[in-house]
């Protein structure tokens, strides 16, 4: 039954959604930020409420006169924000109920999501006591409905047993302490609103409180036009307990139950109420249930980065990823716009619900998910494109704690940051030395992340190179280095496929951080290194590789000279790299190849390995990600 009303309901947004969709674009669908919208309405309910109780008067007999001198006698202002006030609360309501209808029938309230669907219900009840409350403090003859209906519903209580309806049998038992009550709880149900808000938002990473501004600016437009065109106004004139009130406007929006004071018995409304509030907050844990085989909680591993983190079961790829600091692509997080498309790498995962228009059929079936709509069933491993992103980037001061040249052109930094401080860092990263005129040169770690203690960088002379000659002519131990990371996407990814590193010149550094890192995790991935420089003494660490050899079997080093001298006395492979490679791998298909040097030297090797069976999305490079970067990076030098 629970399946087929969500089928239904789903159908509905679906559709809706799509046209609104053609209408204002994914960014704007209104449908896609519900929860901000009645956030957006609150504030306005909040401001305008203000407003309103500066000039109200909470004294029985004074009440509904200055009610109406706020109505009339300003009504180019608090007569509009009276409206306003009204129209917020009733499109406040509206949006809630909208919000927790379309997460029912995605089926996005089980799991990880329990807490907020909880306190989803609690918001309703407050904002439908706080708007009830709001009507009698007008006075009018609505107000005196609310309050006799208000008053015969709770006596059907036991507590009560018809004492309450005896406050208002006569128009002198009505007095101003009742209004001062009325007043108090209206104050205080929406600060009880705001803090449950608070903790409703608590277990959405990255949550937005606020909708676009195009969208608040509309919606507040939106009720400034409502209120001009049909201001609310009090009804019937002054409360009078010895009249019926007859002929009163309705509010379907906040006064449903009332109505049905009526119509059923009081005792049966209040049952059927707190049924209802028991079977919403019991949802989540009602068939169907879809666990399956997933697990309680699993482990997603994030490309480019080779972060793992935890995801409790309902949890999306992207709230698991944005919860545990991992700067995921993302913007509607409904499932509409397809920003952070991702693909699965390994593992199982639930796509979930989605726009077609967000996800092709084609793109599902080559294995990519939503991250906004995708839960994982058991350990995966996705990759994503992480974009022109800066989360987690910041600006240090380390000093120089030592410095070897290890070649005439070469020089090992080592850096450190002051005590307490670390950079956590993923193997394949690098780091922006900022000069004093705000240029930035970049230098990858050739360090792996597990040696945080120091940050080591193999920088090489460039001819003319500012930075580097400063490096090689006046850098001293003790000099304060300033610099923003980590940055790039340059990593491992997660597979089981045999590793080719190439690595040109200085190119090693971030290979050195990657292998040590892959030795330190224990991968026993099959791993080739061909280091290729010029001449002998370019080879500035080859003790460093060649120990790897001999400490694991996994790993192998082949150095190559582009331009041996005599003097070299090499007897070891000569030529271009990326030739070496090619004569030993007849077919690439198969092989990760990570490519760490020049621009130059990528652009030349790539097409050879493509052309020689390396597939396409198997072939990564440092330098690649470089140059896709703005143009605020520097060349390294």
Known sequence: MIRLLQKIVRWFFMHAENTFN???????????????????????????????????DTGVNDAYESVESITHGQWWAGGILRSIHRYATDGMILTMLLHMLRHFAYDRYRGFRWFSWITGVVLIWLVYIAGINGFMLVWDKLAQFVVIATAEWFDALPMFSGTLIRNFIYQESVGSRLFTLLAFVHLGAPLIVVFVMWIHVQRV??????????????????????????????????????????????????LPVLALVYVYDPLHLWLGVIGLSVLLSLVPWLPPLRRGTAKAESTITYHPGHKAVSARFGETLLDAGLRQEVDLPYECRNGGCGVCKCAVLNGKVDPGVYQPSALSPDELAQGKVLMCCATVVEDAAIEFEAGAAT?????????????KRLAPDVMR???????????????????NILLDDGERRAFSFANPPHEADHIELQIRLMPGGRFTTHVFEHMKKGDEVRFEGPLGDFSLRESKRPIIFVAGA??????????????????????????????????YMP??????????????????????????????????????????FPSLAGQEIYACGSVRMVEAVFPHFKAQGAEDGMCFSDAFVLSARSAALQPKE
């Open 22 to 56: 053609r209408a204002f674009g994914d960014k704007m669908n209104p449908f896609y930020h519900l929860g901000t919208i009645s956030f957006w309405q609150f504030w306005l309910l909040a401001g305008t409420g203000l407003y309103l109780y500066i000039f109200a």
């Open 205 to 254: 990473p990255r949550a937005n409180i606020n909708p676009p501004r195009p969208i608040a600016i509309a919606v507040t437009l939106m009720f400034l036009a409502l209120a001009l065109a049909k201001p609310i106004l009090s009804q019937g004139g002054e409360a009078d307990m010895s009249v019926v009130p007859t002929n009163i406007e309705f509010d379907w929006f906040e």
């Open 391 to 403: 989360a987690g980037i910041r600006q240090y001061t380390a000093h120089v704690v030592k410095m």
């Open 413 to 431: 930094v080592l850096l450190r940051l002051p005590e307490g401080q670390r950079i956590d860092f993923v193997a394949g990263q690098y780091i």
């Open 506 to 539: 200085t190119g090693f550094a971030p290979v050195k951080s990657m292998i040590e890192d892959a030795f330190h995790r224990h991968l026993k991935r099959p791993m080739l290194l061909y280091w290729g420089v010029r001449k002998l003494t370019d080879l």
């Open 543 to 584: 003790e460093v590789p060649e120990r790897w050899a001999r400490e694991h079997a996994n790993f192998k080093f082949i150095p190559v000279l582009s331009e041996p001298e005599p003097e070299d006395a090499w007897a070891g492979r000569t030529g271009l790299v990326h030739e070496a490679i090619l004569q030993d």
